[in-house]
Structures are given as C-alpha cells and as structure tokens.
C-alpha cells in the first residue's frame, strides 16, 4: 500500500482521499508566483491533497505547478488529489455560477486553467447564490450584494451530472449547516450523496482520531508539517468543508456528518492568516494560546505540529476545553 492510500480517508463514493491538504488561498500581498513556487515545494514534500477555488484567482499558477511535477517525474496525476469548488471551483462552485446551467461551464472554465481533464473533488463552496456574471462579488449602485433565487437541490443535481460526465470523480459541499445538508439527503431523485462538507475546523479530535498509531509508522512522511509554505494553510479533511479549529470544534455537526457516512473537512485547522481580507482581526491567535503551547512544550514539539507523536486522553480533553464558538472567518453577504 502506497504512503498516500495509507494515509486517506475513504468516501462514501469509494474514492479516497488524503487526509492532509494544502489550501490555496492567499492574501492579495502574496505574489502569484510565490503561490506556483509554494505549489512546487508543496509537493516536492509529499502534499498530495491541493484545495482551490476560482475565487482564489490563481488557478492558472496552481496548474502550471501541477504540470511542471508531473513533467519533472515527481508525481503523475493520479498521484494528486485535486479539489475545486463552485462559489467557483477542490474545484469550488463559486456563488456566481450556482445556476443549474452554468454549473458544468464554471467547472470546465477552472479545468482549462488548471489544465487539468477533471478534479477529484467538486464542491459547492457556500450555500447562497449571488447574481450571475463575471463579477466575484456583484455589488448594486449602493454597495450591496445581489443575491440570486436559486435551488439548491437544483444546483446539487448539475454537480451529478458533472459526476457522471467524468469532470468531478467526487462531490460534497462547503459551509453548509445541518438543515442545509439535509435539504439535499433528503431530495427527492438523489443519485450520490455529498462526499464531504468542508468547514472550518482545528480541534485535536477531528484529526488525531483518523488514527495517531498509523501515523506514527512513517514520521518522515509528516515532517512536511515543518516546513509548510507560509503564504499557504493546512487543511485537514475528515469531508464536509467548515471552518473547524480549537475554538470552534464543531462536535455537532461532525457527529451528524459521521452517521450519515460525510466526511467533514476541517479548514483554518489552525486559525488562519490575519492578512487575508475575511479574517477577522479581533479574534486571539491560536497558536499562541496559552494551553496549547503548555501541551506542545510537554511533548516538545511546536504548536502546530499535529503528526508524529499521539496525545493524552487527558490533553484532548484539555483542548476540547478550548471551545469558545469563535469565527476567525468574518465573510458577511
């Protein structure tokens, strides 16, 4: 078995997928070449699990990346696992194209940029459309954001047919709620259930229960941990895509995902940078809790670093302590 199947989380769809990835999004100081380089270093230390969406605005980089280490002989596409999302493209579903007929053209749209034939996952990135157009975020004479009426089952029901043409292997969604999910479970017709939900996420127990033993067995596979490009962040993916961290551990949720067999993906796992526009400044730092350091210096290793040796029974139940319903992603419509 293969250092990258050993270490994957399986999907409802049969498909694995690894469950460490490396989010591309990037505050605007970032220049997009350092995202490419980041991408190239990224998986020179055996990342196989990249996270992007159109929003980000550096597809193009990301698949020059891409192409340059299959070409060098580093990895072969299978070898990557690529997510898109559509707000816009994972590959995300952006906002603006959640009409069930400009579904399949935003996603081919990130593939030509990408150069890539198809992701491994496609994601609805929010579950709120926007006005379609060519604006990210379409804005009236007053500043406001225009919204858009649009079904989501309709919009699920464009990324199976996206499933079934070979352009997605995988779909899931992102940010979505409990009633939200269940919106699409229980529609009528269903042909494949999300895969995931991304949120955001950190807490100890949403990524050292995928099994601390096995990831003990091959240390040097997770030293990439210590040197993670900066202008990039650290996704962990357990498959519905939330924010997730020690602040906000979202046990519920991960519990309803876990009986309905959807991986809940964890993003800003580790705060997040206070750069980007969407952070909220007000918010403490995570890594500079004062606990979290306590336990890290008790195991000498950093805060951040998450792999390579297993915590107390106790320790979790310190961390999980740290619960405070805290947002560090402040994107209002």
Known sequence: MSATRLFSVKLNDGYFMP???????APHEVGKSKVEGAIE????????????????????????????????????????????????????LWLTFFRPELVQTALEMSLR????????????????????????????SHGKIIFDTVDLCSTWEALEKCKEAGLAKSIGVSNFNRRQLEMILNKSGLKYKPVCNQVTSGTPSHYCTLGPQLLQENRMYFKLLRIVPKAMSLVFFLVFHVECHLYLNQS?????????????????????????????KDNPVLLEDPVLNAIADKHQRTPAQVFDFQLTPEDMKTLDGLNRNIRYFNFTL
């Open 19 to 25: 469950v460490l990835g490396l989010g591309t999004s």
């Open 41 to 92: 270093t990224a998986i020179d230390v055996v990342y196989r699990h990249i996270d992007s969406s159109c929003v980000y605005l550096n597809e193009e980089e990301i698949g020059r990346a891409i192409q340059k280490k299959i070409a060098d002989g580093t990895v072969k596409r299978d070898d990557i696992f690529f997510s898109s999302k559509v707000l816009c493209r994972v590959a995300y």
């Open 252 to 280: 519920k949720l991960l519990e309803f995902c876990k009986s309905k067999d959807i991986v809940l993906i964890a993003y800003s796992a580790l705060g997040s940078d206070p750069k980007k526009d969407w952070v909220n």
């Open 113 to 140: 940029k990408l150069q890539l034939s198809y992701v491994d996952l496609f994601l609805i990135h929010f579950p709120t459309a926007l006005k379609p157009g060519e604006e990210i975020f379409p804005k009236d």
